[in-house]
């Protein structure tokens, strides 16, 4: 079964960076999409970035590009989010989430939570102002 572990979350003043990482195993089909999602309190979970697994493809939020960069390793089976000038309304519970087949470009990446299938528990960033 697919796993997904996160880690690298923490508190940062406004300003800071961060490096994410999630730790994904057990996929049985080698085309899919790996996603990171926030959700901060009283708030929605919502899409940040995401990434596919055979051509590379990425796309964003509208509220993290040019700050936020998604990445992979796939000889360790790692994705990566750098996320550079972390403001306060970057706080928020952080999940790796997976689906199989390719990333759905043609939607928000905001709105993709529900599509989705695979979780991590989650790694929480804080940043001070």
């Known amino acids: 079964q697919v796993q997904l572990v996160e880690s690298g979350g923490g508190s940062v003043q406004a300003g800071g960076s961060l490096r994410l990482s999630c730790a994904a195993s057990?996929?049985?089909?080698?085309?899919?999409?790996v996603g990171w999602f926030r959700q901060a309190p009283g708030k929605e979970r919502e899409g940040v970035a995401i990434i596919g697994s055979l051509d590379g493809s990425i796309f964003y939020a509208d509220s993290v590009k040019g700050r936020f960069t998604i990445s992979q390793d796939n000889a360790k089976n790692i994705v990566y989010l750098q996320m550079n000038s972390l403001n306060a309304e970057d706080t928020a519970m952080y999940y790796c989430?997976?689906?199989?087949?390719?990333?759905?470009?043609?939607?928000?990446?905001?709105?993709?939570?529900?599509?989705?299938?695979?979780w991590g528990q989650g790694t929480q960033v804080t940043v001070s102002s």
């Open positions: 989430a997976a689906k199989l087949g390719v990333c759905r470009w043609w939607k928000p990446v905001q709105s993709q939570t529900v599509d989705f299938d695979y």
């Open positions: 057990g996929f049985t089909d080698r085309s899919y999409c």
